[in-house]
Every structure is written in C-alpha cells, then in structure tokens.
C-alpha cells in the first residue's frame, strides 16, 4: 500500500470499493455495464485498488478474444493456475468487456441460456465474481485490516493499527509447566489480547510443527516460561529457533520474553540476550508481560453491560 495513504483515505477507499463490487457483481443486469464501466475506472484511478492490481497485472498474456474463442469451442475458460495469472487474466477480460459492450454476453454464450440477461449471468458467474472475492482478500491485506473496534478509534493513527493476525502472544512452556501458564492464557484472554496456547490453537491431527511456526507467524511476542523443567530442546528447541527468526524478521514488532519461574532455572543461551525477568509471583511475571509487549491496548471504557 502507498505509504503517503492516511488511515482515512484508505477507508474512504475500501468503502468504495465495496460499493463498486456490489454494484458490479450484484445488481440488476440491465445496467450491467454501466456498472462495469464504473468499477473498472474506480480500479484504474484509485490509488489503493490500483497498487493491488498492479502486483498482478502483466504477469501473463492474455488475449481476450482467444480467451473467449477458446472458451466457447472447450466451454472451459482457460485459467492459469497460477492465482496471480489467473487474476491477470480475469482482469484483462473484465477490461475488455468495458471497452466493449457485447463481450461479456458473447462469452458467457457458450455455457447455454435462452436471452442475454443469461449469458452475462455467466460471465459473472464465471469470471466477475472469483475476481471481486479475491481482490476483496487483497484489498484487505493491504490495507492491513484491523477488527472495527480499533479503525473507529479515530485518534490512532492507521499505521499502528495492527493486522488481526499479527497480534498473538505465543507461550512457550514444558508440558509439566502448562498450569502455571494457562493462568497467563487466561489473564491475557481477560485483559483482550490474544495468546497462543498449543492445547487451545492446535487442531487433533494437524502437523506440530506447522501449527507453531504459523502460531509465531502470526504473533507479536513469545513468552518463554522457564522452570527447572525447562530445557532447549526439541520442540522447545524449535520454539527458540522461531522466535529467534521472528524477531530478525519483524525487528520491533516482536518481542522475545523470558520469566523464571526458579532461582536454579537458566536462561537458553540464545534468549539471553533478549528481555529475562525473575519472577517470584504471577503478578510480577504478568507485568513483565504486558511492560515487552510490542502492543498496547486501547483507550478506557466502560463495559458494554454497564453503559446504559
């Protein structure tokens, strides 16, 4: 995304993205083209839409009219299968019904119907509506959508609104230690952040490993609960290595804490250079928590059952 877009800009432009699609891909066929003519100019000028079109756009041949001609002898459209090609290909085609009215009529022809209300039906069907779903996805991982809650504080800027899926706490703990930390899973719960716990976000039967590593892709800071129990090794090793990788990966938007839980218990050696708290009570390890946290919460209000 443009790095000059406020936070209003973007959801002015989100906003009208919306509309565009819905006008394009939903209304009445009728004015289908007006619509069509509207949305691909919105896509062309506007300064976000266009951005996420361009890391696709060009990166395959498309020539409509063999598209189509193909299309209506195989009644198959011949998509790439690569997801950016075949967005490329989408595209191409929806711009060239724009700059001509009867093409999207004439390809959806091949897949039967008794008048053109049908075959443009198709065209939607076929090639509109998997291009205005997809391009939704992007839009909103460019524009890094946060919950509503926080893009309606008006007072944070947009760039420290961070994506729903960057903002987990990853608890790193031995098996014989998950009771001390499903206080903090439940503390952390309480207070509306969101901790990784492995008996919580890990689906029976799923791979481990690929479990954590996505858990850590998508968070903000791993605690490491240290105990006697607790050793580097295997998929605490693991763990270690990830988060070690995250923090060279996201620099200040991830933070490495460790608590120790016994005077006796030793720091990994390649966390030691991270934050490391003794801790002799819950209290003290939760304020060490929320003091490495890279994230904040947001301003005081009432809760919803009190606000009457």
């Known amino acids: 995304m443009p790095a000059t877009v406020t936070k209003e800009e973007v959801v002015r432009s989100l906003q009208s993205f919306k509309d565009a699609r819905e006008a394009f891909a939903s209304g009445g066929v009728e004015y289908f083209n007006y619509h069509l003519s509207r949305f691909v100019d919105f896509c062309e000028r506007d300064e976000i839409t266009s951005d996420v079109i361009s890391a696709f756009d060009g ?46 009529w004439r390809f959806g022809m091949a897949f039967g119907g008794n008048d053109i209300p049908d075959y443009t039906n198709h065209f939607r069907t076929l090639v509109v509506r998997p291009f205005v779903k997809e391009m939704s996805r992007r839009m909103g991982d460019a524009a890094k959508l946060a919950p509503p809650e926080a893009r309606d504080v008006q007072a944070v800027p947009y760039d420290r609104i961070p994506a729903e899926n960057e903002v987990k706490i990853f608890l790193s703990h031995k098996t014989v230690d998950k009771v001390i930390v499903e206080k903090y899973h439940r503390a952390l719960l309480e207070l509306g952040y969101s901790p990784w716990l492995d008996k919580e ?52 938007k991830f933070s490495i804490i460790t608590l120790l839980f016994d005077p006796d218990a030793e720091v990994p050696g390649v966390l030691r250079r991270f934050l490391w708290q003794h801790v002799s009570n819950d209290l003290d390890g939760l304020y060490e928590v929320l003091r490495g946290l890279p994230v904040e919460l947001g301003p005081v209000r009432w809760k919803a059952g009190v606000a009457k």
């Not at 989408?90 to 999207?104: G, P, S, Y």
Request: net charge negative; aromatic share 10%; charged share 35%.
């Open 201 to 252: 976000d890990m689906v029976a039967g799923s791979n481990v490993e690929r479990d954590i590593l996505q858990g850590f892709e998508e968070s903000c800071a791993a605690v490491f609960f240290v105990t006697k129990s607790f050793k580097d090794e295997k998929f605490l090793a693991t763990e270690v290595d990830y988060a070690v990788q995250q923090k060279r990966d996201k620099g200040d």
């Open 59 to 104: 990166v395959c041949e498309v020539d409509s009219k063999e598209f189509a001609d193909e299309t209506r002898q195989t009644q198959r459209p011949p998509f790439p299968k690569d997801l950016d090609a075949e967005m490329c290909a989408r595209w191409t085609l929806i711009r060239a019904a724009a700059e001509d009215d009867d093409f999207a």
